[in-house]
C-alpha cells in the first residue's frame, strides 16, 4: 500500500471516529399513547406497590384512580420541547463526558445511557416533580423549560444509571459506607419514590436512610418525617436513599461546569 493510499485510510478512520463521537446519546420521545400505554400496564409495578397510607399521603383512596389520573396527565412532547431538551441534553453528556471528580462514578458510562423521555401536566401525577421509571425520564410541562434543566437532566440520568448498573451502583455504595439493611416494604409507614430501588440502607455511622409518613393518615405528600423546605431541609437530606444522595452529589458540580462551558 503506497504513502497516499495509507495516508487515505488513516484520514477516513480519523474523520469516522470524529463524526461518531460527537454525535449526541440517542433521544426518544414518547407520544402521549406511549405514555397512557405505559401508565395503564405498570411494567415496573409502581403503581401495584402503593399501600393504603401511600394512596392517602397522594390524596388517593384507591389505585384505579390514581392511574386514571395520570392517564389523564399524559401529554406529546411539541417540536420546540424536543429541540430544547436536546440541546440540554447534549450539554449534559458533554458535562458528564469530563467528569471525574467523584471516586468510582462511572461519569463516561453515564453519558453512553440513552435518553427516553414521557411527558405529563399539571400535578396529578406524583405531584409533577420530575422522576424515573424503568429507563425513562418523566417531566412536567413546569420543568420543560425550566432554567437549570441541564442540572435535572444530569440528576435523573443518575438515577437511571442506579437502575441500569446496580452492580456499578452497589461499588459506590460499598466505598462511601453504605449497607444493604432492609425492604421498603417492611416499612408501612416509608414513603414510596420510583427513583429508589426498594431498598433501605444504613449510612457509616449506622442510620436508617428512610422517608417516612408522620402517621397512616397522612394529611398531604409533604406530610413526613422531616421538611422538604425551610429550616429541616438538612434533616431530610440526611434521611435520603444513596440514589439520591449521588444524584444530588453530582448535580451540585453543574452550575460551575455550565459557567466555563459558556464563557
Known amino acids: 500500500m503506497n504513502f497516499i493510499a495509507i495516508a487515505g485510510v488513516i484520514t477516513v478512520r480519523i474523520l469516522y471516529s470524529y463524526y461518531f463521537q460527537k454525535q449526541p446519546t440517542p433521544i426518544t420521545f414518547l407520544s402521549r399513547e406511549d405514555v397512557i400505554q405505559f401508565f395503564r400496564k405498570d411494567p415496573d409495578h409502581y403503581f401495584d406497590s402503593f399501600n393504603d397510607i401511600n394512596l392517602r399521603g397522594f390524596g388517593y383512596d384507591d389505585k384505579q384512580t390514581m392511574i386514571d389520573d ?31 471528580d ?26 409533577g416533580f420530575p422522576h424515573t421509571r424503568l429507563s425513562i425520564i418523566f417531566l412536567t410541562d413546569r420543568f420543560v423549560f425550566h432554567k437549570d434543566l441541564v442540572q435535572l437532566l444530569v440528576h435523573e440520568k443518575i438515577h437511571l444509571f442506579s437502575r441500569l448498573y446496580p452492580v456499578d451502583m452497589r461499588r459506590w455504595m460499598d466505598k462511601n459506607g453504605y449497607t444493604l439493611y432492609k425492604k421498603i416494604s417492611d416499612y408501612p409507614l416509608a414513603k414510596l419514590n420510583p427513583d429508589n430501588d426498594g431498598m433501605v440502607y444504613l449510612d457509616k455511622n449506622e442510620k436508617e436512610l428512610v422517608l417516612q409518613f408522620n402517621s397512616p393518615f397522612p394529611l398531604s405528600f409533604d406530610d413526613i418525617n422531616c421538611s422538604i423546605s425551610g429550616t429541616s431541609e438538612v434533616d431530610c437530606s440526611s434521611k435520603e436513599h444513596p440514589n439520591e444522595v449521588l444524584a444530588y452529589k453530582i448535580d451540585s458540580y453543574v452550575a460551575k461546569y455550565l459557567e466555563h462551558f459558556h464563557s
Do not use: H
Not at 78 to 88: G, H, M, V
Not at 104 to 127: D, H, Q
Open 70 to 100: 395520570a392517564c389523564r396527565s399524559a401529554r406529546s412532547f411539541s417540536q420546540k420541547e424536543q429541540d430544547y431538551i436536546t440541546k440540554k441534553c447534549i450539554e449534559a453528556d458533554q458535562f458528564l463526558t469530563q467528569f471525574n
Open 102 to 127: 467523584v471516586p468510582y462514578f462511572p461519569s463516561k458510562k453515564v453519558a453512553k445511557i440513552k435518553w427516553n423521555f414521557a411527558k405529563t401536566f399539571g400535578r396529578l401525577y406524583e405531584k
